[in-house]
């Protein structure tokens, strides 16, 4: 049934009120007496007067409104939207973590160092790298991170000349984006036809003036990078160093690890492969991990254990400095940390080994249906072309919106940029073989109904609460906030 | 096998499903990978723990911390002890909304997209600003990218920050600045304020943006009249990182000509946890939108004309632009922005002017009787809105132990901050701390020495 729903300044009643605070018990001094009256604020502050059971009942019609992972299928390709164990949240919600504060002396964060410090030895084995920093708050901040310690690097060895960064076509826009922010010029790399990086392009713009070529193994069309040790060859030939792109690192564990790859810096998505909840957008998590000859650059504080005491490490004279106000995304770490020992290496190994199962089993189930343009094992996705049906009047977009009507949440759409009508598909080693099942017949459904009537499906969805948004309106008349009539 | 409850599959399941690929085993599927880079033998991780073993293990790492439930807090700097009322941990418990990711559907997210429209429009309320960002990772790296903002919003390439600002954004900023090629320069302190002198002739027509605090680092309120003035004159941009709760009570920025507005979050309703995941609030004037980073919602239409919502603006974003974008992030702080705005939404105006007035008398109540003793003193004549700086009659770090015998979580050291400033310490008081508990922790600081 459609409907709107109110906001909350709709329902706002001048008088009502959700809080209630104990009276102050200090003496009250008039207020022009501690601040000038030139100093207070004039206009009124407009926020909404709402009681406390219209407060919950809004935010539980809205989470009516809303699909996560607990309410379904979540195949979104890259962001691999895994079950969020809820004893995870538990953990993060534990007063002797959650009401911390970062300034509080060592000797009472005893524990939370621990925690730290044993979350960076696990991430060092997983990874087959030699230190980590937990400090950035997501993966894009994980690359803007390992740049920066990768610029640090040459700039030490007064190696100033490297001002690029290559990139395959085929990376996320993170990437491209992170290459700028850090001062460098980006390079792209194009793909050959069996949808990994062309080496022999490649080389060809390799030289003194690369810096890095970040790299995203397996890549985001799901295929590993066979060619891997001729790639790490050829950067490190030329003084570049491999930053890797952990985003698909859900794909290869315990099967290969970047570190034994050739990489030189790597970040990780702990709220993609680690299961912490990625919360309607954040918090997340991008710990980077680095090799020996970068540890002298990586931000302040590192977390050092000395006769079982734990402390902060600020003595690093070559570190980039800080990144994030404090230690990064804490109650998120506490979250993969809890994944991470729960799990183990046995079962991490078998939750990659059955993300890749899991994916190639509904690609083979798909390519009947749907064009597959890279026929090869994947990993742990696989994209789909839907330019077959585009031309039949319906594409990758609405595809994605038929499939709301029948209970799924859709694939990635429109991305990687290098397949045409891209239905990029991880399913995660966290489904079953019938949910996989269904939404294979599901899919094929979608096709049919698309050789009946392309237009219809056009103009989907119908089921959801709202039809299909006008999104051209919504950049062409920008309304970016509730006003007063 | 460890992880089994997290991992569907049967072994028949995967019999058949290696049938259908026509795999014999799925070591098969990993073929591609080179020998020469994978891994012999198993990760040498410690054993895998059952969930109750998990959680013991866990409590027993918990214990060992102090904490806001087990101690009095007087620490500040940016990060704070406020009351969170329950309603929050039950609406960001519902896992329809911590278990999506970011609304790219927007027909089946639209309880996220409207609360962070809500969330926009409430901090727009608060800042006095037009427009709001749905949230970047901390004060530290909005007071950043708001910095780089004003760059690419006047084509300049000089920042000045003032070291009134938190040192641990200053560090943030820098880094990133230095990455970048971009030039930052500090303007000194007077008094423990912006240095407005040195502000001026600082100030020139290669200024980007000024960046200043309000209340500043030292819990002190800056004097910005004239300010915006200033720094228009020279078509620089003012940008500031202000105290959500303070501006219940004090001077929005827009109100004395702030152009960007950015923020430390955590203090509405959000756990400190360690200091993350905390909230980076960002909003402007209208006319810096296409500079802005981040996502943005905007209000729409559907297909019948139904009000619905869509993430905006996306033209300024990394996944369309690449290297062109305003910034690189993508995944933000939404459900620290959702608690946020469950926070503002309960307490409404009458509530955060109440927390903000009970700040401010419980802090300068604490002033009063802090400097009067015998040893300590002001380090800063002015006005404090929440926090104050005290110099102490001996080491800080000696002082906070002798506190937390008692169960009290002291001052912020501020020598390892600013060089020079070794016996002054930085304390905070929100609306949650007691009469009997601030005379207390006087008590302690009388007894000291
Ligand atoms: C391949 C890849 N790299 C980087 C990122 C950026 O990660 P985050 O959203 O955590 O910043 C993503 C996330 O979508 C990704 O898929």
Known sequence: ?485 | MSGKHYLPLTDEDRHKMLATIGADTVEDLFSDIPDAVRLKGELNLPPAMSELEMLRHLDALAAKNKHFLNCVSFMGAGIYDHFIPSVIKHVTSRSEFYTSYTPYQPEVSQGVLQSIFEYQTMICQLTGMDVSNASMYDGGTAVTEGAVMGCGATRRSRVLVSQSVSPYYRAVIKNYFHSRGLTLDEIPLKDGCTDRGKLEEMLDDDVATVVMQQPNFFGMVENMSGIADLVHSHKALLLVSADPISLALLQTPAEYGADIVVGEGQCLGVPASFGGPVLGIMAAREKFVRQMPGRIVGETVDSEGNRGFVLTLQTREQHIRREKAASNICSNEALVALAASVYLATMGPQGMREVAEQCLQKANYAKEKITSLNGYSLAFPGINFKEFAVTVPGDPAVLNRKLLEKNILGGVELGPLYPGFKNTMLFAFTEKRTREEIDTLVGELEGWK
């Open chain 1, 1 to 485: 049934m459609r409907k709107s729903k109110a906001l909350l300044f709709e329902m706002s009643r001048s008088g009502r009120q959700g809080y209630s605070l104990p009276s102050c018990d200090v003496p009250v001094k008039p207020l022009e007496q501690i601040v000038p009256h030139s100093l207070q604020r004039s206009s009124d502050l407009d926020l909404p007067e709402l009681s406390e059971v219209e407060v919950i009942r809004h935010y539980t019609e809205l989470s009516t409104r809303n699909f996560g992972v607990d309410t379904g299928f979540y195949p979104l390709g890259s962001c691999t939207m895994k079950y969020n164990p809820k004893v995870n949240e538990e953990a993060a919600m534990l007063p002797g973590f959650a009401y911390m504060h970062p300034c509080q002396p060592e000797e009472t964060a005893q524990g939370a160092l621990e925690l730290l410090y044993n979350m960076e030895q696990d991430l060092i084995e997983l990874t087959g790298m030699d230190r980590f920093t937990l400090q950035p708050a997501a993966g894009a901040h994980g690359e803007l991170t390992g740049l920066m310690l990768i610029q640090a690097y040459h700039r030490s060895r007064g190696d100033n000349k490297r001002n690029k960064v290559l990139i395959p076509l085929s990376a996320h826009g993170t990437n491209p984006a992170t290459v700028s922010m850090a001062g460098y010029e980006v390079v792209q790399i194009p793909c050959d036809d069996r949808g990994l990086v062309d080496l022999e392009a490649l080389k060809a713009v390799v030289d003194e003036t690369t810096s890095a070529l970040m790299l995203t193994n397996p890549s985001t069309l799901g295929l590993f990078e066979e060619e891997i040790v001729a790639i790490a060859k050829a950067i490190h030939e030329a003084g570049g160093l491999l930053y890797y792109d952990g985003a698909n690192m859900n794909a290869i564990m315990g099967y290969t690890r970047p570190g034994d790859m050739g990489f030189d810096v790597v970040h990780l998505n702990i709220h993609k492969t680690f299961a912490t909840p990625h919360g309607g957008g954040g918090p997340g998590g991008g710990p980077v991990g680095v090799k020996e000859r970068l540890i002298p650059f990586l931000p302040v504080p590192l977390v050092e254990k000395n006769d079982n005491q734990f402390s902060f490490n600020y003595d690093l004279p070559d570190s980039i400095g800080k990144i994030h106000s404090f230690y990064g995304n804490f109650g998120v770490v506490i979250k993969a940390y809890t994944y991470l020992k729960m799990m183990g290496a046995q079962g991490l190994k078998q939750a990659s080994g059955d993300a890749v199962l899991n994916a190639n089993y509904l690609m083979n189930l798909l390519k009947k249906t749907y064009y597959l343009p890279y026929d090869r094992y994947c990993k742990h996705e696989f994209v789909l072309s839907a330019r077959p049906e585009k031309k039949k009047g319906a594409g990758a977009g609405d595809i994605a919106k038929a499939l709301l009507d029948r209970g799924f949440h859709p694939p990635t759409v429109y991305f990687p940029l290098i397949v045409e009508e891209a239905l990029m598909i991880e399913p995660t080693e966290t489904e079953s073989k019938e949910t996989l099942d269904a939404f294979a017949k599901t899919m094929e459904d979608i096709a049919k109904d698309i050789d009946r009537d392309a237009e219809k499906v056009a103009h989907g969805p119908y089921n959801t609460v709202v039809g299909r948004l006008d999104e051209v309106r919504a950049a062409r008349n920008p309304i970016l906030r509730w006003t007063k009539k």
